[in-house]
């Protein structure tokens, strides 16, 4: 059984890492506030490496509506205004010189509900990928037949595994409906 009990395990690292992913990309999704994550995805050409915004600059959001960056080296504040740009997240920085901001504007109810489509087509693509990993899991469980693992014990892996990826496509569909209530929160 330890090595129906070695596929399940590393079934499980793979899932942890899907839902890491996913709750990731549900960080990007601009939710009516503003967030330093918004940036995450942000990175400058600091001394010929492509470098992420949180580490050439101080990222913080003094309110709900508007963030403001502060590179540490004031020679990067326009390689930083223009990778903002070229991130099409569709922010309009303003730069000062000093600072750069972002004022976000309040959204309508038709971005809204575009953000909650791409939300749900986030979550979509996290299932696929679990059930993906289902699939590799349960194949790598048929193969362990050659080694001498029984029928029986085949069967209860295969069991666990889904009892495995039934808990995590839920898990996706819990951060899904959360993401979806925040979203609509006005």
């Known amino acids: 059984m330890s090595s129906v009990n070695a596929v399940i395990e590393q079934l499980k690292e793979n899932l942890e890492k899907n839902l890491d992913h996913t ?5 990007r999704i601009r939710a009516g506030k503003s967030s330093p994550d918004m940036l995450d995805g942000v990175f400058v050409e600091y001394y010929g490496a492509s470098t992420p915004i949180g ?9 709900a509506r508007s963030i403001n960056i502060q590179p540490w080296d004031k020679s990067l504040i326009n390689a930083i205004e223009k990778a903002i740009i070229n991130s099409n997240l569709g922010f309009a920085p303003q730069n000062d010189g000093e600072y ?14 575009e953000l909650v489509k791409r939300a749900k087509a ?8 679990i ?4 699939k590799d899991a349960n194949e790598k469980i048929r193969k362990l037949k050659a080694d001498g693992v029984s029928e ?9 595994v889904q009892k495995l990826v039934d808990s ?19």
């Open 23 to 27: 709750k990731i990309e549900f960080k």
């Open 55 to 63: 580490q050439v600059a101080n990222v913080n959001t003094p309110d």
């Open 100 to 113: 750069i901001r972002i004022n976000l504007p309040p959204i309508t109810e038709e971005r809204r509900k």
């Open 122 to 129: 986030e979550s979509e693509s996290s299932k696929v990928g």
């Open 131 to 134: 059930r993906n990993l289902r």
């Open 152 to 160: 029986d014990e085949m069967a209860a892996g295969e069991d666990r």
């Open 168 to 186: 995590f496509i839920a898990k996706t569909e819990e951060l899904f409906v959360d993401k979806e209530k925040e979203i609509m929160t006005v």
